[in-house]
């Protein structure tokens, strides 16, 4: 990547400011009740510490539609994040998020000092793209560093339009990022084997044609395979499925027959809820959704990654929030676990397949890479450019 680094900046008595990723998660009170995202900070910070400057930093989380949402705040985020970093961080709210007493704040912040501003998402400016709510970001500061990569697939305002107005930089977490998805790109050891689940064909269309192109074998799960089960014309009963994209899902079908991996028997309950039972089918009946892969199925993903030296996971294989039908997503998380344990190379793309992982208890050391962002991985890995990285300063040749 051909993009100013932070290492390529001098930060010595500069106010810096850090696009990062604290979309946590959280309790009813906004409590951290996961911390990855904020242990991904850490080395930005510490270097930044390190070099003298005086660090602003911004992010989003959740969906609070522009409007203040207190259990999205992120003052229970600066809690942790100074935590973990042991330093002091000045958590300074505002709504506006760039009211009077931040700007004051900002102005008086001093070299080795952090300030973390409120959810930039309480601004509806943030996620339109604003251009006066980028400029007000943009003269906060003298230097800026994304190191946000699940959102440098979104233009929005601190992402896209930040950079174009002060020098900017990526930081150590992207760097991460690019360097272990980049070797899923072009020349990988094979076979080269892709698991995709998660709900819908229409948000992962890309990187359907994409990994149709690159892998050897595609293994489909989830919701997103229902709609290729009803192309195929085999029975789904209520199970969801995009009718829209039943010819996409046919067109794949027919070009990569030999390809493309589906359930062959499943889990299935008569309605989602604490009341019901699953049963497992060969085939769905009429009245009964699936909730999970069965067990022929795990037998043949398994064997399809027993044999792989490259993997790439992204979605989880069925209705994994409930304890109760997690086993198939469970069971994958496994087995992929077994591809670097004999010298393979495995990446999940970050998002459910990442929280499925946590919520198994599975040391996330067991994979090759595990990585922050869904959404911005995929893209990565279908090869598109992302935004907010394309945005940053070029580096001089």
């Not at 930044?48 to 602003?56: H, T």
């Not at 251009?131 to 800026?144: G, I, K, Q, T, V």
């Not at 089960?229 to 079908?253: D, Q, V």
């Amino acid at each position: 990547m051909n993009k100013l680094f932070i290492e390529d900046m001098d930060l010595r008595g500069k106010k810096v400011l850090v696009r990062l990723d604290l979309n946590v998660p959280g309790d009813s009170e906004g409590n951290v009740t996961g911390d990855g995202r904020v242990w991904a900070a850490l080395p930005t910070l510490k270097y930044s510490l390190d070099q003298g400057a005086a660090l602003i930093l911004c992010s989003h989380r959740g969906r609070p539609k522009g409007k203040v949402v207190e259990k999205l705040s992120l003052r229970r985020v600066a809690i942790r994040l100074g935590e973990l970093l042991k330093h002091d961080i000045r958590f300074v709210p505002g709504d506006p998020v760039m009211g009077n007493d931040v700007l004051a704040a900002i102005k008086a912040i001093k070299p080795g000092e952090i300030i973390l501003l409120e959810n930039l998402r309480f601004d509806p400016r943030e996620k339109k793209n604003d251009p006066a709510f980028a400029r007000e970001l943009a003269a906060l500061a003298d230097l800026y560093i994304n190191d946000a990569f699940p959102v440098s697939h979104r233009c929005q305002a601190s992402v896209c339009s930040v950079p174009g107005r002060i020098t900017s930089a990526y930081g150590y977490q992207v760097k991460k990022e690019e360097e272990f998805l980049a070797r899923l790109l072009g020349d990988v050891e094979r076979p080269y084997v892709g698991i995709l689940g998660g709900a819908k064909v229409s948000t992962k269309l890309g990187v359907i044609s994409a990994f149709l192109e690159q892998v050897d074998k595609l293994l489909i799960g989830g919701g997103l395979s229902y709609t290729f089960m009803a192309a195929m014309g085999r029975p789904i009963g209520k199970s969801i499925f995009e009718h829209h994209y039943l010819a996409t899902a046919r067109s794949f079908l027919e070009k990569y027959p030999d390809k493309i991996i589906l359930a062959v028997d499943n889990y299935v309950v008569e309605d989602i809820g604490p009341q019901y039972e699953s049963k497992l089918v060969d085939r769905i009946p009429d009245g009964y959704e699936s909730i999970d892969i069965g067990e022929k199925t795990k037998k043949l993903f398994a064997a399809e990654i027993a044999k792989a030296k490259t993997v790439f996971w992204n979605g989880p294989l069925g209705f994994f929030e409930d304890p109760r039908h997690a086993a198939g997503t469970r069971f994958i998380a496994e087995e992929v676990a077994k591809v670097k344990e004999r010298g393979g190379y495995s990446v999940i793309g970050g998002g459910d397949s990442a929280a499925a992982i946590s919520q198994a208890g599975l040391n996330y050391r067991l994979y090759s890479f595990i990585s922050t962002g869904g959404g911005a991985a995929l893209e990565f890995v279908e090869g598109e450019k992302l935004p907010g990285l394309e945005a940053l300063s070029d580096k001089e040749s």
